[in-house]
């Protein structure tokens, strides 16, 4: 087992392209930490520098406690499983397997023993004998990770390995790597843009996009407590609510978001209250999940929104409804793009990262905003996207309203994540 320390580590190729930006992060011993992002954030070139596929531009690898950059890949004692399996097709199963240990020159009868006790745990000991060629997609996986699980290495590394499988394979495989990895304690750095992968696989999750690191906690974690709009956003089974108010402060008495034609009350008590406050006369952006929204009768006289159903959509377990209520929603705000702007922005891993975000997003020259377009209530209207704007509500199993019917919507205030325009988070002040 091995802790796994990356210590500003940048990655550039050839013609400048930034793919990792002086990142900062620590894989602890025996923890399986997951690293998700989009397509292009620059996670799989992560992966393939700590495995040594890849040389590092800046920066220090540590794994186990020693430096490790300029460690040959044998050297590194690591496994790595790839997206497309990559076995020998000129080996059976059994061959496949054993290659590692028959390399390493391990006693054969000690190879045959692990490698039927392996197969058996894996749910491919009837396949033994056959060529990968014969397999199916999620057996070519299974013997995979076989490979890098039957010499014990110290650390594991795997990048997207269950991309290529239908969704039934890839929930029954999820929970077989989950049970292996805990059950033999070694270190699992892993890979992938599925935020479901992530938040069942992982004891923390990393969040990565255009090579800058930007949260990194346990699932529960980077769930209800997202560092920016962009992790928010992105960690989300359904589209986020993103919802553009203005902040005042009615004689003191309280803190009034106002979207034009909906306003909601936020009372001093509330523990956020005196940092959205500092945002008085200007506009701030409020995340608010499906699954916080919730229909309310028409007496209800708590903190709700009111339009009219413009669609239904089913999905088998829930239903899902798109209300229209004049609100004025906006894009999700992307980091500033140091490839765009000619320089690197920082990621640390320690904590919550919180006031790195905040000097991450502070440091960066403001980019010109767009002339909003104006809604016939005088609001702002979505910039820069087609989104219409909808409230997206999660209403279960069954649905309590009708295509066209008008309907309120209750608000969980507890559950709104408020955010500054940039995207950063807005913090209640330390006590």
Known sequence: MSTVVLDN???????????????????????????LGPSGCGKSTLLRMIAGLEEMT??????????????APRDRDVAMVFQNGALYPHRTVRGNLSFPLEIAKADPSVVNDRVVE????????ETLERRPGTLSGGQRQRVAMGRAIVRQPSLFLMDEPLSNLDAGMRTELRMEISSLIRALGVTTI??????????TLADRIAIMNRGVLQDVGTPGQIYNDPATAFVAAFLSSQQLNLLCPQVRTPQNQYILL???AHQITMPWTDPRAYAVSQHTGGTIIVGIRPDALAPVPESYEGPSFYGRVRTLEYHGHEWLAYVEAGLPSVPVPEPP????????TNGTSNGRARSMMRRLFSSKEPEPEPEPDVTPNGQPASSGTHRRADLIVRLGARPVWRAGEPARVGVDL???????????RIDPPRR
């Not at 793009?337 to 690197?344: E, K, L, M, T, V």
């Not at 507890?414 to 950063?424: A, V």
């Open 9 to 35: 580590v940048s990655k550039i190729y050839p013609g400048g392209v930034l793919a990792v930006d002086r990142l900062n992060l620590r894989a602890e011993d025996g923890e399986l930490l997951v690293l």
């Open 58 to 71: 800046s920066g220090d690898l540590w794994i186990d406690g020693r430096i490790a950059n300029h460690l």
């Open 118 to 125: 392996l197969s058996k745990a894996l749910h491919i000991d």
């Open 190 to 199: 892993y890979v992938t843009h599925d935020q479901v992968e992530a938040l």
């Open 258 to 260: 106002d979207f034009g």
């Open 337 to 344: 793009d140091p490839r765009r702007h000619g320089r690197a």
């Open 414 to 424: 507890n559950r709104l994540m408020l955010f500054t325009n940039d995207g950063s």
